[in-house]
C-alpha cells in the first residue's frame, strides 16, 4: 500500500504550522484554582453544600448525557435510572466489600457503564423515538427493581441508602468541606477525560454518527460500536454523578431522587447549556440551580414572602418549559454559543470605534 | 378461568383508555409530524379545567363549551409559539419542545388551578355487575362505550368532512397539500384541538375514577408503549395497541406479578414494546420506520 | 463472463463486477451488470438519469446488497458486503448529494476518515496516553497534507455545513482520500460547478490518480471531461451495459450513442 501522507507531501510549500486555538486553557486553569483555593475561603458552608456540590454533581451528569445525545445523537430518558444504578452500586461496593470510597465510586460507575452497555445494545437496530422509548423501559425498570428488591437497600424500612462512612485513603470526608473537595476533584479529572474523549477520534466518530450515520459506516466507522461504547460511557459518568448525589451532597437516597424528573432535568441541562458542549454542562447547570433561587429571590423582595411556595414551583416550572422552548427556537446549541457569541463580539468591539 | 377472564377483560376495557390517549397522539403525528410529549399535559390541563368550572358550580355540559374553548385556543398558541418556529427543525427538537411545553402546561394548570386532587363525579357508578358469570366494572364498560364512541364520531369526521379530507392530504403528502392550497398552519391547529378533546375525554374518565391530579399527566406514559405496538401513524393501531397493553400487562400484573413483587405495570408494557419492536420495527400497522430523526 | 467485459488485462482488474442485478420494491435498477476495473485506471460510468449509476456504486461498496451477482475486490469474492467493511478494505466513496457530517468541522470531517487505520482504544483516547497522542499528532499530519493537498486550508476549522456546495464536494473526497484508499467512487465530484471549479476538481482527481496510484470509479454527466479523464468508460441505460471500452471506442458505438449522448446531449 502507497504511503499517501509521503506522496502528498511533495505539494506542500512551506511546513505546516498548525496554531490551536488554547487560550481557553488558561481560563479552566484559572477557575480550577479558583475552585480549589479562593471558593472553600471566602463561601460560607451554606454554599458551598447546598449550592456548588449539587452544581458540579448536575453538570458531571450533564457531561454524561451530552455524551451520549450531544455528541454521539442518542437520545436517552433514562439519566436518573442510570444515576441510581451508581448509587445503588456504589453503596452494595461500600457495604459489602467494605471498599474506600473512590474504589467503590468507580466501580459503581463501571456497574452503571454496564447496564448502560446492555440497554444500550438495542441501538444497533432501532433508531429515534424508538430507541427513546428504550431509554424509557430502562428507566422504570431500574426504579423498580431499586424499590421492589430490599438487597439493594440492605433490607432498611425506609428503601433508603447512605453511606456507611465515607473516608478516602484515611482522610475523612465526613465534613462539608471533605465532601466539596471530593466531588471537585471527581468532577475535575472526569471533566479532563470527557474533553480528551470528545477531542479525539473516539469522539470524532461520535459525531459522525450523530449527524449521518450512514454516511459514517462508509468513512470506515464501527457505527455500533460507537453508539453503545457512548451509552457504556455516558452511564459511567451518570452513574458516578448518581452516587456523589447520593453520598456528597443528599447524605441518603432512595430511587425517588432517581425518577423520570430527574431524566428530564438531565436533559434540560444539557438543552439549555448546549448539546455537544462540555462546558455548556456547566453553564446548563448553573442555570438551573440558580433560577429557582433567583425567583425565589425575586419573589421575596417584590411580594414579601407572600407567593406560596406550590405556586412558586410551579412558575419556576412554567419558566423552564419556556426557556427550552426558547433556547430550541433560537439557539439550539444553547448558552455555552450564546456566550461564546458575546465574548467573541466583546473582543471586537473596541475595534469599530 | 373465571379469574382468567375477569382479569383479561377488565385489562381491555382499561387499555381502551389507553388507545384514548394513543389517538391524540396518532392525530398530531400524523398531521405535524410531531411526536407530542405534551398530550399528558395537555389532559391534565383540560381536566382540571372542566372540575374546576363545574365546582364553581357550573353545569356539566356548560363546562364543556368553555373548556373545549381553552383547548382551541392553546392549540392556536401551540400552533403559533412552538410549531411554526420550528418548521422544518428534526423530529427530535420537535419532540424535546413539546417537553418543554408540557412544563409549560402543567405549570399554568396547576399554578393557575392548584395541584389539589379533585374529586370528579361524571355520573356512573364504579361498581362491579355481574355479566354471567364474571364479575366486570360497569364503569370500565362505560368507558370503553365511550371510547369507541369517540372512535366512531373521529372516523366519521376524517372520512365525511372537508376538515377530514384536508387533515388526510397532509398525512399522505404535506408538499402535495400546500400546492393544492391547503393551509398547513390551520390544520395544525384543528388537530392539536381534535387531540386535546380526546385528551379531555381521557381526563374525565380516568380524573373519574382516581380523581383529576398531576398523575393524570403520566398517562402519556402508557401511550408511548402503545404507540410502539400499534405504530405511530395508525389510529387502528393505536386502538388494538392500547387493548394489548391494558390486557398484558394486567395478566402479567395479576399471574407474574406476585413471583417478583408486584408493581411491574410500570415496565411491563415497555418490555413488551421492545420485543414487538425486535419482531416487527414499525409496529403491528405503522407506516414506515422512522429514520434517522 | 459475460462477453463483452472490458477488453485486455482482465487479470490486472481490481474490482469485478459479475452478474449484479438490484430491484426496489419489484422495480428493477440493474439488471446482470457485468465489468471489469482494471488497477490505477480512472472509470467512468455514464448514462443517462436513473440508469442505475448510484446504485451501481451503491453496490460495490455495500450500502445496497444486490438480489444476485457478486463483487470481486481484490481476492476476495463478495456476495454481500457491507460499507464497513468495503471501507476497511480501502474502498473509498463520496456522494452525489454530499454526505458529511455538518456541524463538525473541516478537519474533524476529514480525520474520520482514518478511522480505519486507528490502532488506539477509547481507555487510551480518554487518558491521552502517549500512543493515544503520536496518534492523533499522526492523524492530525495526515489531515493537513489533505487539506493542503485540496486547497482547504483556510477552511480547517469551519463547520462543513456552512460552507459551499464546491468546497463541501472537496471535503468529502478528502475524507474519502486521506484513509489511503486503494479504490475511489467518486459519485458526481462536479456537479453543480463552473468550469473552472471543474477544471481544478478534474485536476485533483487526474494527480490522485496518477501520482498516488488509486483507482477511480467516478460517475460524471459532462462528456468532453470524461473523454480527458478516464481511461475506461462503462455505459449504462435502464440498469443494463450498453457500452463498454476507451473513450473513443465509446464515442464510435452506435448503441451508445442512441442511448445516451445522443438522446441527452
Known amino acids: ?353 | 378461568m373465571t379469574l382468567f377472564l375477569e382479569t383479561l377483560i377488565g385489562g381491555l376495557l382499561a387499555g381502551t383508555m389507553y388507545s384514548l390517549v394513543a389517538i391524540g397522539f396518532v392525530l398530531i403525528y400524523k398531521a405535524s409530524g410531531v411526536f407530542n410529549f405534551a398530550q399528558g399535559s395537555i389532559l391534565l390541563f383540560s381536566a382540571l379545567l372542566f372540575v374546576t368550572l363545574l365546582e364553581a358550580g357550573i353545569p356539566f355540559a356548560l363546562a364543556l363549551i368553555p373548556t373545549i374553548a381553552a383547548i382551541a385556543i392553546m392549540a392556536v398558541l401551540i400552533e403559533w409559539w412552538v410549531l411554526r418556529p420550528l418548521t422544518n427543525r428534526s423530529a427530535m427538537t420537535l419532540f424535546m419542545a413539546t417537553l418543554g411545553l408540557s412544563y409549560v402546561v402543567e405549570g399554568v394548570a396547576q399554578g393557575a388551578m392548584g395541584a389539589n386532587v379533585h374529586a370528579l363525579d361524571i355520573g356512573i357508578p364504579d361498581l362491579p355487575i355481574f355479566v354471567g358469570d364474571l364479575l366486570i366494572s360497569q364503569f370500565d364498560l362505560v368507558a370503553a362505550i365511550t371510547a369507541i364512541a369517540l372512535v366512531a364520531i373521529l372516523a366519521l369526521i376524517f372520512d365525511r368532512t372537508r376538515i377530514g379530507i384536508s387533515l388526510r392530504a397532509v398525512a399522505d403528502d404535506t408538499r402535495a397539500a400546500l400546492s393544492v392550497g391547503i393551509n398547513l398552519n390551520r390544520i395544525w391547529q384543528i388537530v392539536w384541538t381534535v387531540a386535546g378533546i380526546t385528551g379531555l375525554v381521557a381526563g374525565l374518565l380516568w380524573g373519574a375514577r382516581q380523581g383529576v391530579q398531576f398523575s393524570l399527566s403520566l398517562v402519556v406514559l402508557k401511550a408511548l408503549p402503545v404507540l410502539i405496538i400499534g405504530g405511530f401513524t395508525s389510529i387502528f393501531g393505536a386502538i388494538i395497541g392500547g387493548l394489548i397493553v391494558g390486557a398484558s400487562e394486567n395478566l402479567a400484573e395479576a399471574y407474574i406479578g406476585p413471583y417478583i413483587g408486584g408493581g411491574i405495570t410500570s415496565w411491563f408494557a415497555y418490555f413488551l414494546a421492545l420485543l414487538f419492536l425486535f419482531i416487527r420495527p414499525t409496529g403491528i400497522f405503522g407506516e414506515r420506520t422512522i429514520q434517522r430523526v | 463472463m459475460t462477453a463483452n467485459s472490458a477488453g485486455a488485462g482482465d487479470q490486472d482488474a481490481i474490482l469485478r463486477v459479475r452478474n449484479i442485478s438490484l430491484s426496489f420494491q419489484g422495480i428493477k435498477a440493474i439488471t446482470d451488470l457485468s465489468f471489469n476495473v482494471r488497477r490505477r485506471e480512472i472509470c467512468a460510468l455514464i448514462g443517462p438519469n436513473g440508469a442505475g449509476k448510484s446504485s451501481l456504486l451503491n453496490v460495490v461498496n455495500g450500502v445496497y446488497t444486490p438480489d444476485s451477482g457478486e463483487i470481486q475486490y481484490g481476492n476476495e469474492t463478495f456476495r454481500r458486503l457491507k460499507p464497513l467493511d468495503a471501507a476497511r478494505r480501502g474502498i473509498g466513496r463520496t456522494f452525489q448529494n454530499n454526505a458529511l457530517f455538518k456541524k463538525m468541522s473541516v478537519r474533524d470531517n476529514i480525520m474520520t476518515g482514518l478511522s480505519r487505520h486507528s490502532r488506539t482504544n477509547f481507555i487510551e483516547h480518554a487518558l491521552r496516553l502517549p500512543r493515544a497522542r503520536r496518534e492523533e499528532a499522526d492523524f492530525t499530519r495526515r489531515s493537513e497534507s489533505v487539506l493542503e493537498f485540496l486547497d482547504l486550508r483556510a477552511h480547517r476549522h469551519t463547520p462543513v455545513g456552512s460552507l459551499a456546495y464546491g468546497v463541501q464536494k472537496r471535503v468529502e473526497l478528502g475524507r474519502a482520500l486521506v484513509s489511503d484508499p486503494t479504490l475511489l467512487l467518486l459519485d458526481e465530484p462536479m456537479a453543480g460547478m463552473n468550469a473552472q471549479e471543474k477544471a481544478e476538481m478534474a485536476a485533483f482527481i487526474k494527480d490522485i490518480n496518477q501520482h498516488l496510484g488509486i483507482t477511480i470509479v467516478l460517475i460524471e454527466h459532462d462528456v468532453s471531461v470524461i473523454m480527458n479523464l478516464s481511461d475506461h468508460v462503462v455505459v449504462l441505460d435502464y440498469g443494463r451495459k450498453v457500452g463498454d471500452g476507451t473513450p473513443a471506442e465509446v464515442r464510435a458505438n452506435p448503441a451508445v450513442i442512441a442511448a445516451y449522448l445522443g438522446a441527452t446531449h
Open chain 1, 1 to 353: 500500500m502507497t504511503d499517501t501522507t509521503l506522496t502528498l507531501d511533495r505539494n506542500i510549500s512551506q511546513p505546516i504550522v498548525v496554531r490551536e486555538r488554547k487560550s481557553g486553557q488558561y481560563w479552566l486553569w484559572l477557575l480550577l484554582a479558583g475552585a480549589y483555593l479562593a471558593l472553600p475561603t471566602f463561601g460560607n458552608e451554606y454554599w458551598l453544600n447546598a449550592i456548588v456540590v449539587p452544581f458540579l454533581i448536575l453538570s458531571l451528569a450533564g457531561i454524561g448525557l451530552n455524551i451520549l445525545t450531544g455528541y454521539a445523537g442518542q437520545t436517552s430518558l433514562g439519566s436518573g435510572g442510570f444515576m441510581a444504578v451508581g448509587a445503588f452500586a456504589t453503596y452494595a461496593f461500600l457495604l459489602h466489600l467494605q471498599l474506600t470510597f473512590p474504589i467503590a465510586l468507580f466501580l459503581g460507575g463501571l456497574i452503571a457503564a454496564l447496564v448502560g452497555f446492555l440497554f444500550g445494545l438495542p441501538s444497533a437496530k432501532i433508531k429515534g423515538f424508538y430507541l427513546m422509548v428504550t431509554s424509557l423501559a430502562a428507566q422504570f425498570f431500574l426504579e423498580w427493581l431499586f424499590l421492589k428488591v430490599p438487597w439493594f437497600y440492605n433490607y432498611s424500612s425506609s428503601a433508603t441508602i447512605s453511606a456507611p462512612r465515607l473516608d478516602t485513603f484515611g482522610i475523612n470526608l465526613n465534613n462539608s468541606l471533605g465532601k466539596y473537595y471530593l466531588v471537585l476533584t471527581v468532577v475535575a479529572v472526569l471533566t479532563w477525560v470527557a474533553l480528551n474523549l470528545v477531542r479525539s477520534q473516539t469522539g470524532r466518530n461520535w459525531m459522525a454518527v450523530r449527524d449521518m450515520d450512514t454516511a459514517a459506516a462508509v468513512a470506515g466507522i464501527r457505527i455500533n460500536h460507537s453508539k453503545i461504547l457512548a451509552f457504556a460511557i455516558s452511564s459511567f459518568y451518570l452513574g458516578v454523578a448518581g452516587a456523589l448525589w447520593t453520598f456528597a451532597y443528599l447524605g441518603s437516597a432512595g430511587v425517588q431522587s432517581f425518577g423520570l424528573s430527574r431524566s428530564f432535568q438531565i436533559l434540560f441541562i444539557i438543552i439549555i447549556g448546549g448539546l455537544g458542549s462540555i462546558s455548556g454542562c456547566f453553564i446548563g447547570a448553573a442555570f438551573i440551580s440558580l433560577l429557582p433561587l433567583a425567583l425565589d429571590v425575586i419573589a421575596q423582595t417584590l411580594f414579601a414572602g407572600r407567593v406560596d411556595a406550590g405556586l412558586l414551583q410551579n412558575i419556576q416550572k412554567a419558566i423552564f418549559g419556556a426557556l427550552i422552548i426558547w433556547f430550541l427556537i433560537k439557539e439550539p446549541d444553547g448558552m455555552a454559543r450564546l456566550i461564546s457569541s458575546w465574548r467573541s463580539r466583546l473582543s471586537i468591539w473596541p475595534l469599530r470605534f
